[in-house]
Structures are given as structure tokens and as C-alpha cells.
């Protein structure tokens, strides 16, 4: 079998330009990532391909791996249905998107990307719903088919339970050659047997894929046009079909029901826990907690059970988090305690730092190295000065509080007037008494006090006490005037 005439002219150009043999580094090649489809099997109102494992939706690890292998302005994502939903989600990738209006089948949706990939000379074809691909598992792939000088190249593996894929079919089980690809609903019981699956990952000589996908039909129990029996239809044609199977059979599982989702999602959070724990992190119980991809914790680290932590979180070393905190997008520093069932969103915790149990931060809150956040505590949008402490009950919203500070328990930062947000200030060393508020804007100087169970609505000036309560009256013999009985 050789290789078909490049329907590329810039093939030529980059041949002159480079040292290497042209077979290889010459092909200008693409990557469709099959997107557009509804994942009736999910029974869902969301697109198949925007359902999440790993804490990212299927396509966007797709998206990661194909932009490994090639550019990503050499990715093509071919979406449909909701294709506006899935490439709001997905613009910020950078690939390419084409529309396939109608889906009608894996191969229709090669048809309908014929004018977009034009000028490439081999097409690497991802399934958008198979996020445990890797990009060395394509790369190896790519590179079989450029050496075999396919015109068709898929990826098998070898599964135990082969139930809903499509098996390959060969007639000599010692040569790469492939015969058909027959789907599971047309399968023969012994067909069915065979534990040879198509990935739904494949290498198309572009040319060669073009000239021939006029030839599928929709003569199948779904009416669709099959990319997979483009197998049969280049074998016929004498073109070389071949399939590199990997060692490595869960990298090409799909999500195509919630069961199937739940599992690669469980794969993906043990294969992330693992490399954690390789790193020198301590998590026991690994299967309870839920660590997203691009998590990143520092060695001496321990995670107990049941914790998530989400998005772009970073933990530093020696740190603890106890079980039943939800961390996300926040970044703990060196040494930080954050005792049971704490909350927190895009949060910066300085080092050495002790939290909880039970404190809420939200956005945009920072607390400095060594401060603590106790129970009941809900910050948000505030700076917490080293060292300072809130301790108990007490909500701090819009506030600017130094070093050395005490919150007393029950504080209120009152910092909403209905209309519009306002800012506490708290310097320094200064002592709230507790249940306190503090109605803001208000600021409290360095070194001062407050009482107890004050509102304070004035500036308090640096070193001076402020008590705003009215004063404390005793009515002696009081209740044995009124109450004569109880006594
Ligand atoms: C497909 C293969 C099967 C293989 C399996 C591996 C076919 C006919 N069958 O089956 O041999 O074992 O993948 O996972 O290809 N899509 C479109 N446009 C469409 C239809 C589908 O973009 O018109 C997309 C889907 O969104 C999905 C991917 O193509 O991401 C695969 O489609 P799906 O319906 O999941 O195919 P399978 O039944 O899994
Ligand atoms: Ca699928």
C-alpha cells in the first residue's frame, strides 16, 4: 500500500524548509474532535460532551490532549447539538469549531468538516465523550499510521466487558491489517465475542478519507452515516486499514451514560490522588475525596477523608485539611490547619494560618500568615492581618483589619445599607469586644477598643475606648415588689 497524492500545497513548502524525512515531519495534520452529539443515553438537558468528570467537561480534556499533539488552531471541535452552549464553554481552548447542524452520525460528521480540513494531509479523529485519552497515547497512534502508510489507522483495545462498542474484525490476528469495523447492534453472537474494540480514535490519510466517504451509507438499525464502516469501505478499495492497539484499555473508555460517567470520573480522581501521594502528599481514604486536575499540593501535606478540593487550588507543604472542607480556587500556604467542614472560595490563607471548623470564606478573602478563622465565621472580600483572630460567630464583609487584631465573638460588620456596600477599617492592635457591630464605613484606630456588645457607628481614634450600648440600670428589689411570689 503507498501512500496517496498529499491534497496539501503547503506540503511542499514545509518538505524544502526541513532536515527530516518528509514522510514524516512533512504531513500537515489536524485533529476533528467529534463533539456534536446529544448523549441521549444520559437523559440530560446539558450537552454529552459539556457533562463534567475530573471536575472539566468531557470535550475540554479532549481539547487538552489533541492540543499536545498539534496546535490547537490545527484542533477542530465538530459540534451540534447546543453547539452555541458547548463553544461558549469551550472558546477559551482556542480551537477551531465546526457546525454540524444535523447529527447524522459519525461519519456525516466528517463529511460536514471536508471544507475545513482541506490542506492537511492526515486527520487524527477524537471522540469528544472519551476524556482519558492521552496525548502520548495520539502521539503513538499518529505515528503508527504515518509508518504504515494507512489510509485508515484506529486505535483498538482490548476490553473484558466489550458491551456497547464496536468490535474489530481482521482475518490474521498476527498482521495490523483490519477487515471491518462491525458496530454492537449489527454484531453476530460471535461477532459479539470478540474483546477487540474501536476506540473511536482514528488516523485518516485526509486524501484518501475524502475521495471514499461518499461511498457510506445509512443503510444501518440507526440511519447514520458510519465513520466506522469507512474501515470497510477503503478495504475494499485496496487501501491499507490498520488498527495499534494500546496496552493501555481505560485510556479510551466513553462517557456515554451516567454510570460510564461516574467511573471515568473515578479513574480520573484516583489517577490524580496517586500522583499527589508520588509528590509526597498524604491522603487517607483517597476514594472519599474529590481532587481536581489541576490541583497542585505541596510534599508533608496530609488530606483527610472526605475532602474536595476544586478548580486552580494550591496547598503548600506540611499542611492539614481535616475531613468535610470544600476548597476551591484558593490558595493555602505553608503549615495552614483547616479543621472540619470548612468552605472556602477563591481565598488566599497565609502560612501557619488556622481555620475552623466550620468557617465560610468567600470571595476574595485573605487571611495573613498565622491568623485565625474560627467557627460560624463567614468572611468575605476581606484582608484578616497577621496574626489576628476571629474566633467564634462573626461576619466580616468588606473589611480591611491589621495585624494583632481580636475580634470578639459575635462581631457584625455591617457593611450593606440596602443600596450599596461599605468598608470596615481596623487597624493594628485593636480589641472588639464581642457582639459588637461595626456599621460601616467606620474605622477603628490603631491600639483601640471597643466594648462589648457596642454599635458603633463613629470613627473610634487610635488608643481610645469606645462604648456605644446604653448604660446598664439595677432596680433594686425589684422582683420582690413584682414578682412576690418567686421569691
Ligand atoms: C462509536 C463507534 C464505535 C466505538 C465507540 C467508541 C460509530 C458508528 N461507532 O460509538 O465503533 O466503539 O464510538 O467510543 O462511530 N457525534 C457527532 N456527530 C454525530 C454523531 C456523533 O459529532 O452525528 C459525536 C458524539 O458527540 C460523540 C462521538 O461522536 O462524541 C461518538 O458518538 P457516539 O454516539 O457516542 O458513538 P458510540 O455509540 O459511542
Ligand atoms: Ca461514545
Not at 135 to 159: D, I, N, Y
Not at 256 to 264: F, K, P, Q, V
Not at 360 to 367: A, C, D, F, G, V
Not at 429 to 434: P, T
Request: include cysteine; hydrophobic fraction near 40%.
Amino acid at each position: 500500500m503507498t501512500k496517496s497524492k498529499r491534497n496539501s500545497s503547503a506540503s511542499a513548502a514545509s518538505t524544502a524548509s526541513s532536515n527530516a524525512p518528509p514522510s514524516v515531519s512533512a504531513s500537515r495534520i489536524a485533529i476533528a474532535i467529534m463533539a456534536a452529539g446529544k448523549g441521549t443515553r444520559l437523559k440530560s438537558q446539558l450537552p454529552k460532551v459539556l457533562h463534567e468528570v475530573g471536575g472539566k467537561p468531557l470535550l475540554e480534556h479532549v481539547i487538552r490532549a489533541a492540543a499536545r499533539v498539534v496546535p490547537a488552531k490545527d484542533v477542530y471541535a465538530i459540534i451540534g447539538y447546543e453547539a452555541d452552549r458547548v463553544r461558549a464553554a469551550m472558546q477559551h481552548t482556542g480551537v477551531n469549531f465546526v457546525l454540524q447542524g444535523e447529527q447524522r452520525g459519525t461519519g456525516h460528521a466528517l463529511m460536514v468538516a471536508r471544507e475545513a480540513l482541506f490542506g492537511y494531509d492526515d486527520v487524527i479523529v477524537l471522540s469528544g465523550d472519551a476524556p482519558l485519552i492521552t496525548p502520548e497515547t495520539v502521539g503513538r497512534l499518529k505515528g503508527f499510521h504515518l509508518e504504515q502508510k494507512a489510509a485508515m489507522t484506529l486505535l483498538s483495545a482490548e476490553l473484558e466487558t466489550p458491551t456497547g462498542y464496536g468490535r474489530v474484525l481482521r482475518k490474521n490476528p498476527h498482521s495490523a491489517d483490519v477487515q471491518a469495523i462491525v458496530e454492537e447492534k449489527a454484531a453476530s453472537a460471535a461477532q459479539r465475542k470478540i474483546k477487540e474494540i474501536n476506540s473511536g480514535f482514528y488516523v485518516f490519510d485526509a486524501a484518501e478519507l475524502y475521495a471514499n466517504i461518499g461511498k457510506l451509507s445509512t443503510d444501518n438499525a440507526n440511519a447514520e452515516y458510519y465513520l466506522t464502516d469507512m474501515a470497510h469501505v477503503l478495504r475494499k478499495g485496496k487501501r491499507g486499514v490498520v488498527a495499534w492497539k494500546t496496552e493501555n484499555p481505560s485510556e479510551v473508555l466513553g462517557g456515554n451514560t451516567r454510570a460510564e460517567l461516574a467511573d471515568i470520573d473515578e479513574k480520573m480522581r484516583l489517577a490524580k490522588s496517586r500522583q499527589l501521594m508520588a509528590e509526597g502528599v498524604t491522603i487517607f481514604y483517597p476514594a472519599t475525596c474529590v481532587i481536581d486536575a489541576d490541583v497542585e499540593i505541596g510534599p508533608d501535606t496530609v488530606i483527610e477523608p472526605y475532602v474536595q478540593l476544586l478548580g486552580a487550588t494550591k496547598i503548600g507543604t506540611g499542611a492539614r485539611v481535616r475531613s468535610y472542607c470544600i476548597i476551591k480556587d484558593s490558595e493555602i500556604g505553608d503549615g495552614v490547619m483547616v479543621r472540619p467542614g470548612c468552605v472556602m472560595e477563591r481565598s488566599r490563607i497565609g502560612a501557619g494560618a488556622i481555620l475552623g471548623p466550620y468557617s465560610h470564606l468567600r470571595p476574595e478573602s485573605e487571611i495573613a500568615e498565622g491568623a485565625h478563622v474560627g467557627n460560624f465565621v463567614e468572611t468575605k472580600k476581606i484582608r484578616l492581618g497577621r496574626g489576628s483572630k476571629a474566633n467564634h460567630l462573626t461576619y466580616l464583609g468588606d473589611a480591611e483589619i491589621g495585624a494583632g487584631v481580636n475580634i470578639g465573638a459575635g462581631t457584625i460588620t455591617c457593611n450593606y445599607d440596602g443600596t450599596h456596600k461599605h468598608k470596615t477599617l481596623i487597624d493594628d492592635g485593636v480589641f472588639i469586644g464581642s457582639d459588637s457591630t461595626l456599621v460601616a464605613p467606620v474605622r477603628v484606630g490603631k491600639g483601640a477598643y471597643v466594648g462589648a456588645a457596642s454599635c458603633i457607628t463613629d470613627d473610634v481614634p487610635p488608643d481610645s475606648l469606645a462604648i456605644g450600648r446604653a448604660r446598664q440600670t439595677v432596680k433594686e428589689g425589684w422582683a420582690r415588689v413584682k414578682k412576690p411570689g418567686k421569691t
